[in-house]
């Protein structure tokens, strides 16, 4: 099946600092999308990319899909960005989901 | 709207009993999901249904059923508990293939 890599896994920054979330695919890119888990456990739909780039305020996502790989840009971080980052591609463009193991993200006062 | 409804939040639950886990959208999605998250790790599929009447299994079935007879209803019924089964549950919807899901609160479930 379809293996997500997610990188790094962990991720300690100051307030105000950027940072890149990077997920490699081992198959084609049908269905990407980025998810942020909060540390309350709520799991919060960031984007729908299965190619190109997106942006929502200082988030945002480009999924290159000829070389099987998306990017997630947090800019001027804040402590309320702190959680685990998930992105998650259909198994061989099915509905089936598969999740990567997730970056998580500490951001510091 | 309500989004994606679980109930309940927190269970306890003895080995080998029984119990459904509720999971209730009211967004008109199609498309409804059932994901089980182990400490430290991603979600993995356990069910899925494109449709009321249609379901099918995810990566992770065994030990668990599902049904679908409404589009707004997709119940996770758990048989004979075991402590491998202790995990956070998460119901999703989507209207389809190509959108984005929409995830409920979660379910924590532990089993002694």
């Known amino acids: 099946g379809i293996q997500v890599e997610q990188s790094p896994p962990d991720l300690i920054l100051q307030e105000g600092a950027n940072s890149t979330l990077r997920c490699n695919f081992s198959?084609?890119?049908?269905?990407l999308q980025w998810f942020h888990q909060n540390p309350w456990g709520q799991l919060i739909n960031l984007f729908y990319i299965p190619s190109g780039t997106k942006q929502n305020g200082r988030l945002s996502a480009t999924t290159v899909a000829t070389e099987r790989y998306s990017l997630l840009y947090i800019s001027s971080s804040q402590t309320t960005d702190s959680g685990v980052y998930f992105c998650?591609?259909?198994?061989?463009?099915?509905?089936?989901?598969?999740f990567g193991k997730g970056t998580k993200l500490t951001v510091n006062p | 709207n309500a989004g994606v409804t679980q109930t309940p939040k927190f269970h306890i639950l003895k080995i080998g009993q029984s119990m459904t886990l509720q999971c209730t959208q009211d967004m008109n999605h199609n498309y409804m999901y059932w994901y089980r998250q182990d400490p430290g790790m991603g979600l993995k599929l356990i069910y899925y249904s494109v449709g009321a009447g249609i379901t099918d299994k995810g990566e992770v079935p065994n030990g668990y059923n599902v049904s679908r007879s409404t589009t707004e209803d997709f119940p996770l019924r758990l048989e004979l508990a075991a402590p491998s089964q202790t995990s956070v549950y998460f119901c999703?919807?989507?209207?389809?293939?190509?959108?984005?899901?929409?995830f409920g609160s979660g379910t924590r479930l532990t089993v002694v």
């Open positions: 999703a919807s989507s209207y389809g293939q190509t959108y984005g899901y929409t």
């Open positions: 998650a591609e259909s198994q061989g463009g099915s509905e089936k989901l598969v």
């Open positions: 198959d084609s890119v049908n269905n």
